[in-house]
């Protein structure tokens, strides 16, 4: 059973630069797609992006200017880099397995981290 | 690119029946056979409830369905029960690489 833990620092100031590590434990981290999602404060949720294991990328054109997602499969640990922060990338943070179908298209995240709350505040 | 159109809340009795709407467009939900439902308690990680419209992952119970039609999908909770009241999120493909979500329902039960 696949499990994910994630960490990183939960305040920031503006201009700074968010960064959280998800953690991968069970399961074949090759064989799966790796997504961050956030949700703002009163907010729905908000696909970031995601990262294969061969570090093949694929970002929410919203956010792709500022946004960094990496790999360490030796680790097998994926990571999230939001630059410049604002107060709008307040939000809760989720790292997830995105599950793909036999015809290479997007078909649910399962399963999810608990979540990380980053403030961004001056 | 616009999020997908929930009700804010949906209430229902224990032992009732809801259903839960997601709208999108013939872009996202109408085109794919991707639309999934996901149970979020506040403070714990979201729950994968259905995927591909209608396919229930092992281990969810069967009282959580799903269908589609046209450009709205639906999630229906039957003999809704305490542990239900939750955050109840859809998430549809949307072509390329885009993914959108809901804005989110919040079940109460009564």
């Known amino acids: 059973q696949v499990q994910l833990q994630q960490w990183g620092a939960g305040l920031l100031k503006p201009s700074e630069t968010l960064s959280l590590t998800c953690a991968v434990y069970?399961?074949?981290?090759?064989?799966?797609?790796w997504s961050w999602i956030r949700q703002p404060p009163g907010k729905g949720l908000e696909w970031i992006g995601g990262?294969?294991?061969?570090?093949?990328?694929n970002f929410n054109p919203s956010l792709k200017s500022r946004v960094t997602i990496s790999v360490d499969t030796s680790k097998r640990q994926f990571s999230l880099k939001v630059n410049f922060v604002i107060a709008a990338d307040t939000a809760v943070y989720f790292c997830a397995r995105a599950r793909i179908t036999t015809l290479g298209v997007f078909s649910r995240f399962d399963p999810w981290g608990q979540g990380t709350l980053v403030t961004v505040s001056s | 690119q616009s999020a997908l159109t929930q009700p804010a809340s949906v209430s229902g009795s224990p032992g009732q029946s809801i259903t839960i709407s997601c709208t999108g467009t013939?872009?996202?939900?109408?085109?794919?056979?991707?639309v999934s439902w996901y149970q979020h308690h506040p403070g714990k990680a979201p729950k994968l409830l259905i995927y591909?419209?209608?396919k229930r992952p092992s281990g969810v119970s069967n009282r959580f369905s799903g269908s589609k039609s046209g450009n709205t999908a639906s999630l229906t909770i039957s003999g809704l029960q305490a542990e239900d009241e939750a955050d109840y999120f859809c998430?549809?493909?949307?072509?390329?690489?885009?993914?959108?979500f809901g804005g989110g329902t919040k079940v109460t039960v009564l």
């Open positions: 013939s872009s996202d939900v109408g085109s794919y056979h991707l």
């Open positions: 591909e419209v209608t």
């Open positions: 069970g399961g074949s981290f090759s064989d799966d797609y």
């Open positions: 990262i294969n294991h061969s570090g093949s990328t």
């Open positions: 998430c549809s493909y949307a072509g390329g690489s885009s993914l959108i």
